[in-house]
T-cell receptor, first 112, second 114 residues
Framework: DQQVKQNSPSLSVQEGRISILNCDYT??????FLWYKKYPAEGPTFLIS?????DKNEDGRFTVFLNKSAKHLSLHIVPSQPGDSAVYFC???????????FGKGTLLTVNP | GAGVSQTPSNKVTEKGKYVELRCDPI?????LYWYRQSLGQGPEFLIY????????DSGLPNDRFFAVRPEGSVSTLKIQRTERGDSAVYLC????????????FGAGSRLTVL
């Protein structure tokens, strides 16, 4: 049973436009959420995170929104750049649990 | 080191062989994690070390998998009697302290079992 779901395997956007990546979760114990970005042949790198006590966290071009009632989070990238093309993983953890549960990832392609 | 270093980057072996994968975490990071990423999937937790001891090995798929961290720094993931289903990218990550949510990952070791 997948506890973190990224239902879109891929997304393609034009440079300069907004990219919106979505993630749903089922485990109510999750209280911390992260987005990781992965380029080919590299390990995942941390991008941005949000605690369940917040509903929004912003860092430059990246904003993560959390809707706890819907068990849904999204990552917005504005404006999108070709260098943002990568696989984006949503991950979650709960309480003092150090384990991260990852989604399957979404491949973002930003076209020049 | 500056980042998490994993060797080998690629390993091809035959079914039934023994394999060791090495992880050198960021200097001073006390927590070390192994994850496995199969094709088309996200990383899945295998084992977590706090210092020298395995604090949680609940993600290891079976007793063919074992990991050690004898001096609290470098860790080795050991796979006995490899099977084709073990083919995956094995990712190591470290964090400064236990319970930290933000992990720094290495580039991974891609294991192919023929």
């Amino acid at each position: 049973d997948q506890q973190v779901k990224q239902n879109s395997p891929s997304l393609s956007v034009q440079e300069g436009r907004i990219s919106i990546l979505n993630c749903d979760y089922t485990n109510s114990m999750f209280d911390y959420f992260l987005w990781y970005k992965k380029y080919p042949a590299e390990g995942p790198t941390f991008l941005i995170s949000i605690s369940s006590i917040k509903d929004k966290n912003e860092d430059g071009r990246f904003t993560v929104f959390l809707n706890k009632s819907a068990k849904h989070l999204s990552l917005h990238i504005v404006p999108s750049q070709p260098g943002d093309s990568a696989v984006y993983f949503c991950a979650a953890s709960g309480g003092s649990n150090y384990k991260l549960t990852f989604g399957k990832g979404t491949l973002l392609t930003v076209n020049p | 080191g500056a980042g998490v270093s994993q060797t080998p980057s690629n390993k091809v072996t035959e079914k039934g062989k023994y394999v060791e994968l090495r992880c050198d975490p960021i200097s001073g990071h006390t927590a070390l994690y192994w994850y496995r990423q199969s094709l088309g999937q996200g990383p899945e937790f295998l084992i977590y070390f706090q210092g020298t001891g395995a604090a949680d090995d609940s993600g290891l798929p079976n007793d063919r998998f074992f990991a050690v961290r004898p001096e609290g720094s470098v860790s080795t993931l050991k796979i006995q009697r490899t099977e084709r289903g073990d083919s995956a990218v094995y990712l190591c990550a470290s964090s400064l302290m236990a319970g930290a949510n933000v992990l720094t990952f290495g580039a991974g070791s891609r294991l192919t079992v023929l």
